[in-house]
């Protein structure tokens, strides 16, 4: 296979997760150039909407938007449902769906520790177990799970004021693991993106005038000293996706500028 085409996505069907906006538009934009047809998720379905007229618009592919909140179980079976209706299988998920949310560490409620966990962890287990199982059945298929640089670090509280979070991509990052092994004699293979500060909705906090201290503490960090943006994204998940990676499971590809490195 010539090289160019390892990473073509052609005839393939993907379901991202948090695709209405943000790293996950940037995500299902990149599949879509690669050829692939999409379903996007998201609780939004004005934001899904437009994602896909913008993404059909761009790219000669087929996008089904469905609203899905990735906390709620009945959502996931219809979501999964709804994606073999269209399409027929499911050849690439891509848990993109996410949440934060800031408040002192000291004070941090425990209703909200559990939201986060619920949505970032449990959430991703049961959506990948169902679509797992369609995988095996149809002979194999690629998971990405979206972690995040701070599933491997402290963060900072004036920087980062949302303890369960590090926590929660820990876990996927242990997650992305365990599946990996586990998975791989039904030739699935379990990679996951570890994302460092990139431009989307989540992080536009930062870009205000009252977090301008937080904003360039965190570029110190950075030693590119810039944001992630759509292009950054849109490579790493089509390597991942694609037969460029057809060796590669278990791991977790860091996405960061160097913020790691450091």
Not at 186 to 206: C, E, L, Q, S, W
Not at 216 to 238: I, T
Request: aromatic share 8%; charged share 20%; hydrophobic share 50%.
């Amino acid at each position: 296979m010539k090289t160019a085409d390892l990473f073509r996505l052609d005839g393939k069907v993907a379901l991202v997760t948090g695709g209405g906006r943000g790293i996950g538009k940037f995500i299902a934009t990149g599949l879509a150039e690669a050829g692939a047809n999409l379903v996007i998720a998201s609780r939004k379905m004005k934001n899904l909407e437009a994602a896909a007229a913008e993404i059909r618009q761009a790219c000669a592919v087929e996008v089904l938007p469905v609203a899905c909140d990735v906390a709620k179980e009945e959502d996931l079976d219809a979501l999964v449902k709804a994606a073999l209706g269209a399409f027929g299988r499911i050849d690439i998920l891509v848990n993109n769906a996410g949440a934060t949310w800031g408040a002192p560490t000291l004070k941090f409620p425990l209703e909200r520790w559990d939201q986060m966990f619920s949505i970032n962890v449990r959430g991703v287990w049961i959506l990948t177990q169902k679509v797992a199982g369609v995988m095996k059945a149809q002979g194999g298929g690629t998971i990405i799970n979206i972690s995040s640089i701070m599933g491997f670090r402290g963060s900072d509280e004036y920087l980062h004021p949302a303890v369960p979070y590090n926590s929660t991509k820990a876990a996927i990052n242990a997650l992305t693991m365990n599946l990996a092994v586990k998975l791989a004699p039904f030739k699935i293979r379990v990679n996951a993106i570890a994302p460092g500060f990139f431009r989307t909705d989540m992080m536009a906090y930062i870009e205000t005038p009252e977090f301008k201290e937080s904003r360039d503490k965190a570029m110190e960090l950075v030693p590119m000293r810039r944001f992630g943006d759509v292009d950054d994204m849109k490579g790493v998940v089509v390597f991942l996706a694609s037969n460029a990676s057809a060796y590669m499971t278990g791991h977790v590809l860091v996405n960061d500028g160097g913020f790691l490195a450091k």
